[in-house]
């Protein structure tokens, strides 16, 4: 009888194998050196399970002479653990969304009776999917440039906009205002009050028959105190406004940042600014002074995936994990009562495990290490807004009350 012999079917058999991760490895080449991240990551995703494959061959392979027996499932249980130990170390390096504050910005968004134009002032692809239906403006869909921007508001890319940070008129075009929370940032301007506040979120809305701003001016000075220059910027304004103009003002947001200082800084932590990027396991130490007793609001600047504990005062406020944002942004810690004076806080980051998201990043990005400062605030509502007439404008400017802004308003 006719036909192709078994040696020469295995021979053309190993042949299509040796082809086939031949092509693979020289287009995985060509495209790891002329394509860029996306591409590369597509590209060994592809060529891995011809990898695979070839690994298992191999194995089969073995079933010759001596290690007819046993060497094909000791080398294919070898190629099995490798494959699952791979996946094991790019598992807990996977990042997870965060689900307890998007959970949260998903409710905002359900609960909303939208009636105009929102604005969600922070770098958060999922923002703009969850509001979609309110419309709502990000900067990662529309960045805010010159005609967004008040003049000498910082240029370039910010992952947080501070609202003081936009032209008046810019945000006259918004009625509904979705904030991500930060202990640092300016109250929005005397037309908006507060609808509602999460762990995460504040909401804002333009009152019905609120005052028209006609001025606004950030206080943006270390203490919040108005310069001799500013007071008379007010002045003019005031003048320009005409008759039944007033004057609008809210308190300085009372709050302390500390960086985690350098020689406190854990040696595998790198230091970038006022960021650290956890390398490993580690304790850095900040301190406070709490000017009164009273019960304070910890915030957490960072981007976390395993577990980060703060304590205040050798008690444990709260933990981050699984929180991964943007640069300058800020995760709620917890809160705690303390007395006046000087105290001691730690921020902890424990050894990683097998979870996603708790491995160490060695990359210059710090997804799930970036560590900033802690921030320390009373636990009140919002700061409120006063009025003052014309005729005590002055008064109040030179006060040398501490102020988020100054406004002139009809």
Avoid at 68 to 90: E, K
Avoid at 161 to 183: I, K
Wanted: net charge positive; hydrophobic share 40%; charged share 20%.
């Amino acid at each position: 009888m006719g036909g192709a012999r078994p040696g020469s079917q295995a021979l053309r058999r190993n042949l299509a194998l040796v082809a086939a991760g031949t092509a693979a490895a020289v287009a995985l080449v060509v495209v790891l050196w002329s394509g860029n991240t996306w591409v590369d990551l597509k590209a060994i995703v592809v060529s891995a399970p011809i990898a695979v494959a070839l690994a298992f061959a191999g194995a089969a392979g073995l079933g010759r002479g001596r290690l007819r027996r046993w060497g094909p499932p000791m080398a294919g249980a070898l190629v099995a653990v490798a494959v699952l130990a791979g996946n094991a170390l790019v598992y807990r390096g996977t990042t997870l969304a965060p689900y307890d504050r998007l959970a949260e910005l998903e409710g905002i968004a359900e609960r909303l009776d939208m009636a105009g134009r929102a604005l969600y002032p922070a770098s958060e692809e999922y923002a703009g999917y969850l509001l979609r239906e309110e419309g709502a403006v990000t900067p990662v869909e529309a960045p805010f440039d010159r005609k967004s921007l008040r003049p000498g508001a910082p240029r370039g890319q910010l992952f947080s906009r501070d609202l003081d940070d936009l032209r008046l008129d810019y945000l006259a075009g918004f009625d509904v205002l979705v904030l991500r929370r930060d202990p640092t940032h300016s109250r929005p301007p005397s037309g908006f009050g507060l609808v509602e506040r999460t762990p995460h979120y504040a909401v804002w809305r333009r009152g019905p028959g609120a005052a028209q701003v006609l001025f606004h001016l950030p206080l943006a000075t270390a203490d919040g105190d108005p310069t001799p220059a500013q007071c008379a910027e007010v002045k003019r304004a005031l003048r320009a406004a005409g008759p039944g103009a007033a004057l609008a003002y809210t308190p300085a947001p009372q709050v302390a940042v500390s960086p985690i200082p350098e020689a406190l800084t854990p040696a595998s932590w790198k230091v970038t600014g006022q960021d650290r990027l956890a390398r490993g396991p580690g304790r850095g130490q900040v301190g406070f002074r709490v000017p009164h007793d009273g019960t304070y609001r910890v915030w957490l600047r960072g981007s976390v995936g395993r577990e980060v504990q703060v304590f205040v005062a050798g008690r444990l406020v709260g933990d981050v994990r699984w929180s991964q944002s943007y640069p300058d942004q800020y995760e709620p810690v917890g809160t705690v009562r303390l007395a006046a004076g000087t105290h001691p806080a730690q921020i902890v980051r424990g050894g990683g495990s097998l979870l996603p998201g708790t491995a160490d990043d060695l990359g210059a990005e710090g997804t799930t290490t970036r560590i900033g400062p802690l921030a320390l605030q009373p636990a009140d509502g919002p700061r409120q807004v006063s009025y003052a007439p014309a005729s005590r404008a002055m008064e109040v400017c030179r006060s040398g009350q501490p102020l988020d802004w100054l406004e002139v308003v009809r």
